[in-house]
């Protein structure tokens, strides 16, 4: 924790970056980690607790299940995305996190997903099903 907030130091704003690292260090955010960085950038927990409740990429607990994110744009959800979602949710049982996410910038190949840092594009039921066996 010293080590990520240490390589933030003297950088303009720099909470959203310390939370992303404590993400990708932790899996998640605990509130130790809230504790900790609301003191070393004097801040308040609230302000800290309300960054990370405000965007659905930090979780406060756990989860080491792979996940599956779908676009819900306007374009993925003309070509079907929240039925993949669906079906996908379905598919994946409590196996795999079904989330959503607002445009991966892939648009005129949607209907798009992204699992880790890979976006799948031209996605359709048996792409799908593939997908999540895969995970
Ligand atoms: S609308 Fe889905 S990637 Fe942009």
Redesign the pocket.
Known sequence: MREILCSHDGRPGPLLPILHDVQAQAGYISEDAIRVIADHLNLSRAEVSGVVSFYPDFHRTADPRPAIKF???????A?G?ETLAKQAAVLAGDRVRVETV??????S????AMVGED?H?RLDGDRIAALIGSL
């Open positions: 676009c819900r744009a306007e374009a993925c959800q070509r995305s607002f445009c991966l910038g892939l648009c190949a949607g209907p798009n976006v594009a």
